[in-house]
């Protein structure tokens, strides 16, 4: 080979080697670009599930405050309904029926 010719060969070399070089500094840069966007959507992933339990949560405790509420609210009405039915309700205290009644438990009690 010729010095002309070697010198040519080389300059080839460089600039393949160059051109290697330029690709893998464009592939290291898209290499790194594409796991900040994977972290990213990492990142983003997990805040939506902790937002979605929280809300999740919240949605539970809104639940059970308005179960109880009702069930509050149920059993005032119960209540109500019965001191009303209570004060409705009379006793007339007949001497026979009292008689029947202490008859009643006192055969309850001797058995």
Request: no cysteine.
């Amino acid at each position: 080979m010729s010095t002309l010719s070697q010198k040519k060969y080389i300059e080839h070399l460089k600039l393949i080697k160059e051109a290697e070089d330029k690709v893998q500094t464009e592939i290291e840069a898209h290499r790194k670009l594409i796991e900040e966007e994977i972290n990213h959507s990492q990142e983003e992933f997990e805040n939506t599930i902790a937002a979605s339990k929280e809300e999740g949560k919240k949605n539970i405790e809104k639940s059970i405050e308005q179960a109880r509420e009702n069930a509050t609210k149920e059993a005032n009405k119960i209540i109500d309904d019965a001191e009303t039915k209570s004060k409705t309700i009379s006793f007339h205290s007949d001497p026979q029926i009292i008689k029947d009644i202490i008859e009643i438990l006192l055969s309850e009690m001797n058995r």
